[in-house]
């Protein structure tokens, strides 16, 4: 019997093999965003506001890259039209005041299977209120529909792209079926329209050597802000999607340890070329020291806050010291 290899080298069999290992998905509908909340972020114009971030539900995205757990709460169809603006109500009739708005759908905004490209004026009518209005989209998808959505809006609107690393090698394992290249011209597409740039950097990666980790999470933000990017969000590669798992079993994959995140925010932020956060919403201690890792992580949500360093975290029980401010 054919037995697939521990990670195919064809692209054409990498979606297979990470399908292969998928657990089941969440249920989900489409008349509710399966999450919505208001958080607290530094704008850009360096004040701490309040962003109501609403994760909003609708088909899975077209790739199938090796770290996504995103698809776990998709539709396998595409939601009908005037499905969006009522997940945004609804939302936002439960949420406290914000400046800013993230609408996030586990995806692409801009893929017109996710988000009726029919809804945008609806979408725009419903976050009139907003100063900023953040959405999440694969370069892919990154064409004149992003005018067509911001001619609609009253707020200044943000594309936040998965960059994910500058590891050319790496890129391509992670099935995400772009090149630094084509990255590179979604973000001067976006600059060329006035439409703001968000990355996201994925910070020790599956197929990368853990020594090379913090080397390849600062040429990504490099990248990034060469890119004018006028924000980078550091993310903690996690596992939680079968494949990683499999990948880890392998030896393919070790989760960050918060030492890495912390040395790599503390040189986003040394840049001085835009807002540098770390996201820690599923940080887990892992094999850190019990004693000072809620400490270390609270230092980060208030790097976040301040984008600036502050005094490390000295811990008698592990002799360790986080990034001191410098």
Known sequence: MFEMPVFPESAANRDEWILLRRPMRNAVTAHEPYAFFVEEECGADGQVERVATIFLTNRECPFRCTMCDLWRNTLTKSVPVGAIPKQIEFALNRLEPARSVKLYNSGSFFDPSAIPPEDYEAIASRVRGFERVIVECHPAFVNRRCIAFRDFLRGR???????ETAHQDVLEKLNKRMTLEQFGEAALFLRSYAIDLRVFILVQPPFMKVEESL??????L???????????????????????????????????????LEDAAAYGLGLRRGRVFTDLWDVKRGRECVHCFEARVQRMREINLLQALTDGVH??????????AD
Do not use: Y
């Not at 609107?157 to 960059?163: D, I, K, N, R, W």
């Not at 080397?215 to 990504?220: C, D, E, G, P």
């Open 157 to 163: 609107l943000e594309v936040a792209m998965g960059l």
């Open 215 to 220: 080397l390849w999470a600062k040429r990504s």
């Open 222 to 260: 490099d990248f990034a802000f060469d890119c004018a990017a006028t924000a980078a969000t550091l993310i903690p590669t996690r596992g939680g999607n079968g494949a990683m798992e499999a990948l880890a079993e392998a030896g393919m994959f070790v989760a960050p340890e918060l030492k890495i």
């Open 315 to 324: 811990c008698d029980a592990c002799g360790d010291r986080s990034r001191e």
